[in-house]
Nanobody
Framework: QVQVVESGGALVQAGGSLRLSCTISGLNFDRYAMGWFRQAPGKEREGVSCISWEYGTIYYIDSVKGRSTISRDNAKNTLYLQMSSLSPEDSAMYYC??????????????????????WGQGTQVTVSS
């Protein structure tokens, strides 16, 4: 049974920073591409970032580039997303997702929901102005 648990969401002031974590059990973590997604009220869920097995490829959406870092610790089955210079536009539920890939890369479809099989319940990030 695969379990995906996000943590680290919080209420922060604009300009602040957060580190989100995601711990997975029940699968071979180091053979899965990992993604972070977010969904704000009234908006579609969007892919934020993806990281392959061992940092082979990393992608970010333009809105978080330069102020966010995705990372993973395969020994701990844990994924991270460090975000800084937060703005109210970053407020959303953040989800972690795992997708099996046959090699050390994030697929071209990395920002699409269907690329990932396993999802967490989300952690809420709220940025106040």
């Amino acid at each position: 049974q695969v379990q995906v648990v996000e943590s680290g969401g919080a209420l922060v002031q604009a300009g602040g920073s957060l580190r989100l974590s995601c711990t997975i059990s029940g699968l071979n973590f180091d053979r899965y591409a990992m993604g972070w997604f977010r969904q704000a009220p009234g908006k579609e869920r969007e892919g934020v970032s993806c990281i392959s097995w061992e940092y082979g490829t990393i992608y970010y959406i333009d809105s978080v580039k330069g102020r966010s870092t995705i990372s993973r610790d395969n020994a701990k089955n844990t994924l991270y997303l460090q975000m800084s210079s937060l703005s109210p536009e970053d407020s959303a539920m953040y989800y972690c997702a795992a997708g099996f890939v046959p090699d050390n890369y994030c697929p071209g479809s990395w920002s699409g929901d269907t690329t990932y099989r396993y999802w967490g319940q989300g952690t809420q990030v709220t940025v106040s102005s």
